[in-house]
Structure formats: C-alpha cells, structure tokens
C-alpha cells in the first residue's frame, strides 16, 4: 500500500432507489432485500471498510402540513428499519462492517445493548451502531412524547445512554463461559454481574442475557456537527460521519474532532473520520461535466424535492417562507442544528430557491474521469490528514454503485489508497489496522 491509504464507506438508506429514470428494475421489489445484498457484495469486493444504514422514526407532514409531497417523492418514507437488516447483509458477505443507525431517544437502553450484542455475534464482530438522538417531534409523537427533548439535552440523555449500554456490554466477562462437562458448569456466575444503574434518566438492573459479543462493544459511529454533537463523538465514537464544507471545513473538523478526543483522554487516532462525497463519473472528462449539467438541472426541477427533505429533517415548513428571499436569520431548528448552521453558511445571502437547487449534499464537489477522481481524493486527504470518504447517493441506483465499485475503485486501488483485502475479523480491528 501507499503512504497514506484511507478508506471507504457507503452512506446507504433502505428507502425507494432512484425510480425516476425508468432504468430501475428496483422501484417495486427494493424491500425485499436482495437489491441490498448485491450492493453489500459489491461493496465488499470493491474495497468498502463498511455500509452504513441510516434512519427516522416517521413519515412527516411539515412541508405545508401534509405528507403529500414527502411521500410524492420519496425521499425520507418508504423506509425499511435498518436493524434486522444487517443480519441478512453480513450473512451474504464475509468481512465488511455494517452499521445500523439506532436513536438513544427512543429505545430503551437495555433493549438496545441486547440487539446489537447479538447482530454483534450473529455477525462474528462485523456490527457498528450509528448512534443518533433523532430531530423530528414527528418521531417523538409516535413514541408517546409531544416533542422532542431539546437539542443539548438530548445529547445529555444520550450520554447516560451510552454509559448504560457499555456497562451492559461489560456485564458479562469475555471467560464467563465455560462448558465444562466435568464440572457440569456452562456459564460462570461469577464472571456475569448486574449493572445497578440508577440515573437521572435510566434505570437499569442487568446483566444482559446476552454473553459478551465478538468485538466487546461494537464499533461506535457518529454524526455531531453542533459543538456539543462533537463533544459526543470525540468521547463515545469510533467511527464519525460528516459534511464540513470545503477542503478547509474538513481540516478544521477533523483537527477539532481530534481536539476534543485529546481532551476527553482518547488518542485521537482512535477515530476515524468519514467525509462525505458524491463523485460524478464519466469515461472522459467531457461525459462527467455533462452528468453534472444534467444532475443540477434535474435538482433545479426537482427543487421542491429537495425542500420537503429539508423541512423533514429540520421541522422548518420551508412552504410559508418566500422562496426568493434568504433564509430569516429567526428561523431556527432543534434539529440537525449542525446541518442548519453549514447550510446557512454555505449559501449565506442567497434565496432558498438558489440555495436548495445547488446544494450538494458533499464536502467537495468530485467530477471527471476515476483517475482524475482518485487524484483529488488522494490530494484531499494528504492535506487533510485521513480519515476516510463515505459515499452518498439520494436516490441511489446499481449503475451509480457500479461506477463506483467498478469504475473509481480500482482506480483507487492502483494507487495503493484503499485496502487490498482484510487483514482481521473484526470491523473494529480492521477499522483500527491502518
Ligand atoms: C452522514 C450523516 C448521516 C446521518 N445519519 C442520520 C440518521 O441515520 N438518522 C438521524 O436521525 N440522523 C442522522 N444524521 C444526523 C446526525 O445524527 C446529527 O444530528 C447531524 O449531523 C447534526 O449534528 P448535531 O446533532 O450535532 O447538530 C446524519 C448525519 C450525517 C452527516
């Protein structure tokens, strides 16, 4: 390998691929899971450090108080829950980490910890959980609360949260099973011990009755952008997921990520972290600026699209703002608030319309050729310091995945930037070997 490699992860979302085109054969029969098993086997062979599922708990009516347009086009709902999921991926491959998105607001923290411990066995040490504490009230109503928590308080809970889980995860010692048939011993009871968690937010006897996985505790991922969502993941998190804007906004988040780390008594090299990117492709530079074209054009079309997203995600009804104008500086979400605050920057001063019909959901715009593609990761991540890319596609679709895997991988691996094989069994030693 060369001197810097990195490594590779896919942002995947169990709702509807792309089904505008007409070149989907997936449209209808996406949910029973083999459009995913081959996009996981795809990835595997390509050289992916691992896929993961993200998720929300709703179908929401924000945009002009209906869930006509949400559901119109497809963009947070359908949706499949990503947790059983996993199973049937890691059965179909051998080594890839997947990693389901779980909300710390709404299940119990006991609940949890068994689920993911036993994915973490049935799986042999391939699992990571994508820890959220969600952003929509319209989740929150399907779980018996009104609202959300606020935003900082839901990262509060979220911290006694992981403290439960870990010590659950920690309750049965790695020795405790014994099967002995001479001393007619199966488990050690001595090596299994309750929790006796009492908090402010959590109570919680154990031990689990889960022995303990392969991996301990599965790898932690991530997303904070807010200053106290990075607090969070420079102490809980393995594995961080994110869209600073720029080359700069990459350093400065990685840099600052690592900071924090520092500070919580990690070594920061324990963290790896993802930027996301959405590479346009094309066989010539000529073929991918015209991909590009059509891409925005679409998106300008499909403007209304993208504002129904934004005002899921953000619980802003962007229908009773003017279009034309800029964002009101009173506008304010308690939900992805670290999104909200790159978004305003990033298109500070322009009208929303603008705004939304350029946006690219990526840290830096890749478009050309893979050769010329892997150039720019490769320079990316030298100026950045590592960690990794995770790639995005909404709505995705085979021929993307195919370009990616079959066209800018081995592009990619020529250079000796991605991993040849893997060197472990588990997604947390393999995560951790470079
Ligand atoms: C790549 C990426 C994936 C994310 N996946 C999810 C998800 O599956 N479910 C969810 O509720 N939030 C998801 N989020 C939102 C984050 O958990 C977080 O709320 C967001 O990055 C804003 O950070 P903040 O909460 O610190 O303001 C994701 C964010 C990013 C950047």
Redesign the pocket.
């Given at each position: 390998m060369a001197a810097s490699p990195f490594r590779l992860g896919w942002?995947g979302?169990l709702t509807t691929p792309e089904w505008r085109t007409g070149w989907s054969t997936d449209a209808l029969n996406w949910s029973d899971a083999r459009y995913y098993i081959d996009m996981v086997r795809d990835m595997e062979r390509a050289g992916f450090d691992f896929m993961?599922?993200?998720?929300?708990?709703m179908v929401s009516d924000i945009y002009a108080g209906t869930a006509e347009l949400e559901l119109k086009h497809a963009m947070y709902a359908p949706k499949l829950d990503?947790v059983p999921v996993v199973s049937m991926l890691a059965y179909a491959t051998e080594q890839i980490g997947i990693v389901a998105?779980a909300?710390t607001t709404f299940y119990p923290p006991y609940l949890l910890a068994r689920t993911f411990s036993t994915l973490d066995h049935v799986t042999r040490g391939r699992v990571g959980w994508?820890?959220?504490?969600?952003?929509?009230d319209r989740?929150a109503q399907n779980f018996g609360m009104d609202k959300l928590p606020l935003?900082d308080k839901?990262?509060e809970i979220a911290e006694e949260f992981v403290e439960v889980v870990d010590a659950l995860w920690n309750s049965w010692d790695a020795d405790a099973i014994v099967a002995d048939p001479v001393s007619g011993y199966y488990a050690d009871h001595t090596k299994v011990r309750p929790i006796n968690h009492k908090g402010e937010h959590f109570s919680v006897r154990g031990p689990l009755n889960t022995p303990r996985s392969p991996q301990g505790r599965p790898v932690i991922c991530?997303?904070?952008?807010?200053?106290?969502?990075?607090d969070?993941?420079a102490k809980n998190a393995d594995l961080l997921?994110?869209?600073p804007n720029g080359l700069e906004g990459m350093k400065e988040y990685r840099d600052d990520i690592r900071a924090r780390a520092e500070k919580f008594g990690r070594n920061p090299d324990d963290i790896k972290v993802?930027f996301?990117v959405s590479p346009i492709i094309g066989r010539t530079m000529d073929e991918a600026l015209a991909k590009r074209d059509e891409f925005m054009a679409n998106k300008q079309k499909n403007y209304e699209a993208q504002m129904v997203h934004f005002a899921a995600?953000m619980e802003i009804d962007f229908s009773v703002l003017d279009p034309d104008k800029p964002i009101p500086d009173d506008v304010t979400t308690n939900?992805?608030?670290?999104?909200?605050?790159g978004w305003k920057q990033a298109f500070g001063g322009r009208t929303i319309k603008d705004a939304a019909s350029q946006m690219r959901?990526a840290s830096m715009e890749l478009v050309g050729t893979p050769d010329h593609i892997a150039d720019e990761m490769d320079k990316a991540m030298e100026y950045v310091g590592g960690d990794g890319f995770?790639f995005?596609a909404q709505p995705t679709s085979r021929q993307y995945i195919r370009e990616i895997t079959e066209g800018l991988c081995p592009a990619l691996r020529r250079r000796g930037l991605i991993r040849e094989k893997f060197a472990h069994k588990t997604f947390r030693e393999n995560l951790s070997s470079f």
């Open positions: 942002f979302n993961m599922l993200e998720d929300s708990l990503p998105t909300s994508n820890i959220v504490t969600s952003s929509e989740a935003h839901r990262y991530q997303a904070g952008a807010s200053p106290r969502g990075r969070f993941a997921l994110c869209i993802f996301v995600i939900g992805h608030q670290g999104t909200f605050e959901v995770l995005l």
